[in-house]
Nanobody, 124 residues
Framework: QVQLVQSGGGLVQPGGSLRLSCEAS????????IGWFRQAPGKERKGISF????????YYTDSVKGRFTVERDNAKNTVYLQMNILKPEDTAVYYC?????????????????WGQGAKVAVSS
């Protein structure tokens, strides 16, 4: 079965850190670019980060730049999103997505496979 399995969400205090994982099952992630998206309560899903298949290119939106880092381990078929200095406004469900993309894109329609989502809550 082809799927992306996410893990690593949870509740954290402001200023804390979390690392999300996104592991591919049933296919090799090595050829796919990965996008990270999040959906806050009552809001639309938005892209926040991108990493190319080779990891040679990464992109972050201004809202997470300098705090979040995306990296991948193709040998483990897994991509990670390290989130530091978390803020209450980072509270959302986070999704990873895989697509055969050759350029940075955070367009939802550009992705073929989606993870199930991981809830992140930042609160004191």
């Amino acid at each position: 079965q082809v799927q992306l399995v996410q893990s690593g969400g949870g509740l954290v205090q402001p200023g804390g850190s979390l690392r999300l994982s996104c592991e591919a099952s049933g296919f090799s992630l090595g050829a796919y670019a990965i996008g990270w998206f999040r959906q806050a309560p009552g809001k639309e899903r938005k892209g926040i980060s991108f990493i190319s298949a080779s990891a040679g290119s990464t992109y972050y939106t201004d809202s997470v730049k300098g705090r979040f880092t995306v990296e991948r381990d193709n040998a483990k078929n897994t991509v990670y999103l390290q989130m530091n200095i978390l803020k209450p406004e980072d509270t959302a469900v986070y999704y990873c997505a895989a697509g055969l993309l050759t350029a940075v894109t955070l367009w939802i329609g550009g992705y073929d496979y989606w993870g199930q989502g991981a809830k992140v809550a930042v609160s004191s």
